[in-house]
């Protein structure tokens, strides 16, 4: 009998094995499965945004030994969290792209031009800071779409693709720049970005109003899914959810509610701009991968694009569809970055831009092999990244080895998914 019986998953995964990102759509009904749950997923190698998590205590922990005096002051984790602004972004938009375990290794470039659009228009046009955005943000969706199209449409290897337009898009910068030139941004909008903060009391208002509706919306589901009579997590992991995601929001807009001026002449106080900038960022696009028919329709070609094919997905549109993400992101990314260095160079997105920003998407959890993933990979990566690169600033470690380092971090979290992936195809079998 053994031969007929049919097996109900006990996971949600996508065609092929690949995570698709919905696991909490089928929940345990008690603490104890959920725990099981959890231990057996992380033994068959999904280790989802673990290591991401471990890393963010373990470094914060180590630099706060080695620096006690200056790592976790108002002042240094405000700056730590500005500067890993224009990362993070990029990586919530390559997300999509390594979902279909495709890569984008123009991305850094594409930031460096539309943000060279940014300046070019704001200092030599005068255009208001909002045409100048929407035309950065359009030439970044623009670009996407060329991108997209030559790897869904013709068929390019995305590798090939966006290799080669790594060195071209940085000859179209060079071209809006100039040879050595510098374009400042000064607008006060745009350098608010990153310079600015909300009032305090806007801040506190909310954090509060974010921890109201998330706890809203985790406890609407939870009776939602108890009066249809459908599997539910206990109430004590709900509320316990609430409460850590409460505890850092709310903990974290104490530390950027303290006036970290250097200068008592001067008061500095309130949550940067670009904070909540990302905040609504990863809302959005959590959403839209989380919550949508879409979502789910990349996920399933991200798992196994031959079985999509033939359930009805158009996969060519959902392979152009993740690049024009990507560089719609990559345009608001080099606005961020334009907004914290207030101006553009020919070298603006490339460097080590593209390698941080994979690496934060890998590190979070997402897998280079397509399939697993999710937006917040990007936001905990990105914050491992930072925290490397401000705590080696704060030792005052020799830029050798912060490269070092840094690409040990990289290599590290690439064999982590590569271990994982071994080991759940061998769990599969």
């Not at 970055?337 to 941080?356: I, K």
Request: glycine share 14%; net charge positive; proline share 3%.
């Amino acid at each position: 009998m053994s031969g007929n019986t049919i097996q109900t998953p006990t996971s949600a995964q996508e065609p092929g094995g690949a995570s698709s990102g919905f696991e909490g759509d089928r929940a345990a009904d008690s603490v104890g499965a959920i725990v099981r749950g959890y231990v057996d997923k992380v033994r068959g190698g999904d280790l989802g945004a673990l290591p991401a998590v471990l890393g963010i205590v373990v470094l914060g922990i180590l630099f706060t030994v080695l620096r006690p005096d200056t790592f976790l002051t108002p002042l240094n984790l405000t700056n730590l969290l500005v500067q890993a602004v224009p990362i993070t972004l990029l990586a919530m938009g390559l997300v999509f792209v390594l979902l279909l375990g495709e890569i984008d290794l123009s991305a850094g470039v594409v930031s460096g031009v539309c943000a060279a659009v940014l300046a070019q228009l704001l200092a030599e046009s005068g255009s208001p800071w909002w045409v100048a955005v929407l035309a950065a943000v359009a030439t970044g969706m623009l670009i996407g779409v060329f991108t997209g199209s030559l790897v869904g449409i013709v068929g390019i290897p995305s590798f090939v693709v966006t290799l080669a337009l790594f060195l071209g898009w940085q000859g179209v910068t060079l071209r809006l720049i100039g040879q050595g030139g510098t374009v400042p941004v000064r607008d006060p909008v745009i350098n608010g970005i990153s310079n600015d903060t909300l009032p305090v009391w806007l801040g506190w208002l909310l954090a509060v109003l974010l921890v109201l509706l998330y706890a809203g919306l985790q406890l609407a589901r939870w009776r939602s899914q108890r009066a249809r009579k459908l599997a539910s997590e206990p109430l004590v992991i709900v509320v316990a959810r609430i409460v850590l995601i409460a505890a850092v929001v709310l903990g974290v807009t104490a530390v950027l509610s303290v006036d970290r001026a250097l200068s008592a002449a001067v008061e500095l106080a309130g949550i940067p701009y670009a904070v909540p900038l990302v905040l609504v960022l990863l809302l959005a696009l959590t959403f839209l991968l989380g919550r949508t028919g879409y979502g789910r329709h990349v996920y399933a070609v991200g798992g196994n694009a031959e079985a999509a094919r033939r359930a009805g997905i158009d996969v060519t549109r959902i392979r152009v569809s993740v690049f024009v993400i990507a560089g719609t992101m990559a345009a608001i990314s080099g606005i961020a970055a334009a907004s914290r260095l207030g101006s553009v160079t020919p070298g603006s997105g490339a460097g080590n831009t593209l390698l941080y920003a994979v690496g934060a998407a890998v590190i979070g959890g997402t897998s280079l092999f397509g399939g697993r993933g999710r937006v917040r990979d990007a936001v905990l990566g990105g914050l491992v990244i930072a925290i490397i690169a401000n705590g080696l600033g704060l030792l005052g470690v020799q830029a050798y080895l912060n490269f070092i380092i840094t690409g040990g971090v990289l290599l590290l979290a690439a064999s982590v998914d590569a271990l994982a992936r071994r080991r759940a195809t061998t769990a599969r079998r």
